[in-house]
C-alpha cells in the first residue's frame, strides 16, 4: 500500500523520468558520479519541499535551474572553505581551531555569504567594502555615489540582516 502512495506521487514519476540525464548533466559539470548523485538528491529534496509542484511535472527546466543553484552554492562553499583555510595556514601556529571549531566556522560563513548573497546590491557593496576590505564610510561613500549616512543605514541593515539569520 506504502508502495502505491509512493508511486502516485507526482515527484516519483518525475524523479524516474529525470533523474538520469540530471545527473548526467550535473556530472559535466562537476567532474564527480558521488558528487552528482547527492546534487540530484538534492535537488529533488528541494523539489519535495515545494508546497506546490504546479507545471514542473511537465517540464525538467525547474530541476534544471535548481540543480545549478545547488552547482553554484557547492562551488561557493568550497572557494569559501578554501579561503578559511588558507587565512588559517596565513595565522599558523597562534591560532589553530579544533576540527570541530572549523566546522562551526566554516558554517557560520556559508550562514553569512548566504545572507549577503541575498541583499540588496548596494548594500551588499556598502557591507563587503567596509567588513572585508576594511574600507572607511567616507570612502565607500565616494566610491558609491552616496552619503555617508546611507553608508551607514546600509551597514546597518546588512548586519541585522546577518545577526538574524545566523543566530
Request: proline share 2%.
Amino acid at each position: 500500500m506504502r508502495k502505491q502512495h509512493i508511486k502516485s506521487h507526482p515527484v516519483a514519476s518525475l524523479y524516474v523520468e529525470n533523474q538520469s540525464w540530471l545527473r548526467g548533466w550535473l556530472y559535466r559539470k562537476v567532474g564527480c558520479t558521488h558528487l552528482a548523485a547527492d546534487l540530484v538528491q538534492d535537488t529533488f529534496e528541494r523539489l519535495l519541499k515545494r508546497e506546490s509542484y504546479g507545471d514542473v511535472e511537465k517540464s525538467g527546466a525547474y530541476l534544471k535551474t535548481t540543480a545549478r543553484n545547488l552547482v553554484i552554492d557547492h562551488w561557493r562553499r568550497k572557494a569559501l572553505e578554501a579561503a578559511y583555510m588558507e587565512a588559517l595556514h596565513i595565522q599558523g601556529e597562534a591560532y589553530h581551531p579544533s576540527p570541530e571549531e572549523q566546522h562551526m566556522h566554516l558554517d557560520l560563513l556559508n550562514r553569512i555569504d548566504q545572507v549577503v548573497q541575498r541583499l540588496p546590491v548596494q548594500t551588499r557593496q556598502v557591507f563587503l567594502r567596509v567588513q572585508l576590505e576594511g574600507w572607511g564610510y567616507a570612502k565607500v561613500a565616494e566610491s558609491l555615489g552616496i552619503s555617508v549616512s546611507t553608508v551607514k543605514r546600509h551597514l546597518k541593515a546588512a548586519l541585522l540582516e546577518c545577526c538574524f539569520y545566523c543566530e
